[in-house]
């Protein structure tokens, strides 16, 4: 069977390196696979392709950021990540990855798509090689008008409109349009969504784009040659930790974000230490994964280490 993963960031570092992770894990299982991205690639990888060209490429990454900072003055980000309002033609990425294909699909797993793909590259992928295509879910908006986390509300469960992420009255706006238009393409397609987590799972079942297609839950792959329990103490000791103490680990990119739950960590560990002897306070450290951030570091009520 023959695979291709399409991603938008560059697999080599960050995110990205989400796509060589699968495509090793599938190759290692007897698949062909290849990864075709919208990124300029610092390293060479085998079977990675992009579908770049250097010129036109920078011209659509100002172009996809003045776009943004256009929807931004509209948009509640800070809450609801609205990033996928504008679902026009995404310079025939679409086409671009059919000329990039060297081998002939039966299946197109979609990880990152933001600025690479939209729902009408997708469906034009499905109809032009009557490929499978697996839109594995990182977040909400696969199944909503443009937003990443609905959080409250339930207008993807019918026909959004009305968006408290764009601060609309209007129940035919820009995510009214953008969800029926999902709705629209997905129903004659053969596009099917992946949940990654137990959280999106349900969100799914809820979901008015895809209430007639199966539901899944994958988890990512790791490389459990790498990622595997260890000797806890020599892991301490490599990473300078003190040995005897509890230590609780809290991880987030950017502990800024709302959603990552940083305001309720405080106030969590704050009421832990309320209710702890001196003895015990003294004996938990911190652990913080993620970008440092010293305001809302001199918060935390323990020792710790970012």
């Known amino acids: 069977m023959n695979i291709v993963i399409l991603s938008a960031p560059d697999p080599s570092k960050a995110s990205g390196i989400v796509a060589i992770d699968l495509m090793n894990c599938l190759n290692e299982a007897g698949f062909n696979t290849q ?3 919208n990124a300029k690639l610092e390293k060479k990888h085998k079977n990675v392709y992009s579908i770049i060209v250097p010129i036109i490429h920078e011209y659509n990454r100002y172009k996809n950021k003045i776009v943004s900072l256009f ?18 033609d995404l310079a025939n990425n679409a086409k671009k990855i059919v ?12 990880l990152f798509p933001q600025y690479f793909l939209n729902e009408n590259d997708l469906y034009y992928l499905t109809k032009k090689t009557n490929a499978l295509v697996l839109w594995y879910m990182m977040d909400m908006a696969p199944m909503t008008g443009g937003c990443h986390y609905a959080w409250n509300c339930l207008g993807y469960t019918k026909e959004c409109g009305c968006c408290p992420g764009i601060n609309s009255n209007d ?14 393409l997905f129903e004659n397609s053969n596009i099917i969504p992946v949940a990654g987590s137990e959280w999106l799972l349900r969100q799914l079942e809820t979901s008015s784009v895809f209430k007639n297609k199966p539901h899944y839950k994958v988890h990512l792959p790791i490389n459990n040659s790498i990622f ?3 000797n806890k103490l020599e892991a301490r000791n490599q990473l300078k930790l003190p040995l005897e103490k509890k ?9 800024t974000e709302i959603r990552k ?20 306070i003294k004996n938990i450290y911190l652990i913080i994964a993620g970008k440092n951030n010293e305001t809302l570091i001199k918060d935390l009520p323990f020792r710790h280490t970012f």
């Open 99 to 110: 000329k990039k294909l060297t081998i002939k699909p039966d299946v197109f797993i979609v």
């Open 171 to 184: 129940k035919n706006d820009q995510t009214h349009l953008n969800l029926l238009n999902k709705i629209k």
């Open 35 to 37: 990864i075709i991205t």
């Open 261 to 280: 739950g940083y305001k309720e960590l405080i106030e969590s560990l704050k009421l832990l230490k309320t209710r702890l002897k001196e003895e015990e």
């Open 247 to 255: 230590l609780i680990v809290f991880g987030a990119v950017n502990v």
């Open 71 to 88: 929807w931004r003055k509209k948009t509640d980000n800070t809450n609801y990540y609205m990033y996928s309002l504008d679902i026009g």
């Open 228 to 230: 595997k329990p260890g």
